[in-house]
Nanobody, 126 residues
Framework: QVQLVESGGGLVQAGGSLRLSCAAS????????MGWFRQTPGKEREFVAA????????YYADSVKGRFTISRDNAKNTVYLQTDSLKPEDTAVYYC???????????????????WGQGTQVTVSS
């Protein structure tokens, strides 16, 4: 298991940007597929983006493709989510997650990820 702590959320106007960070503990961080999910009250947690162990493969939900960028720095045990051109519908609690599955076998679902952070709130005003 890896422990995850998110930061960087906040209140931003539509069209603005935020950079979310997720700091991980443990020496095995580089072995995990990392992902970002988000959730609003009354709705299921939804997949946002994922990145493989060395950062050369990424995958995005259609709703954020072209606006969000996931990246990682294995030397710092940190994964990032750069969120640009934010929309009010991006308002949610954003969660960082880790999966020990192989990249070519992983699915963009909550069930594929075993470790979760506590979440960071992103609010986009219109």
């Amino acid at each position: 298991q890896v422990q995850l702590v998110e930061s960087g959320g906040g209140l931003v106007q539509a069209g603005g940007s935020l950079r979310l960070s997720c700091a991980a503990s443990g020496r095995t961080f580089r072995t995990y597929v990392m992902g970002w999910f988000r959730q609003t009250p009354g709705k299921e947690r939804e997949f946002v983006a994922a990145i493989n162990w060395n950062g050369d493969s990424t995958y995005y939900a259609d709703s954020v493709k072209g606006r969000f960028t996931i990246s990682r720095d294995n030397a710092k045990n940190t994964v990032y989510l750069q969120t640009d051109s934010l929309k009010p519908e991006d308002t949610a609690v954003y969660y960082c997650a880790a999966s020990s599955s192989r990249w070519n076998l992983i699915t963009p679902s909550v069930a594929a990820f075993s470790s979760w952070g506590q979440g960071t709130q992103v609010t986009v005003s219109s």
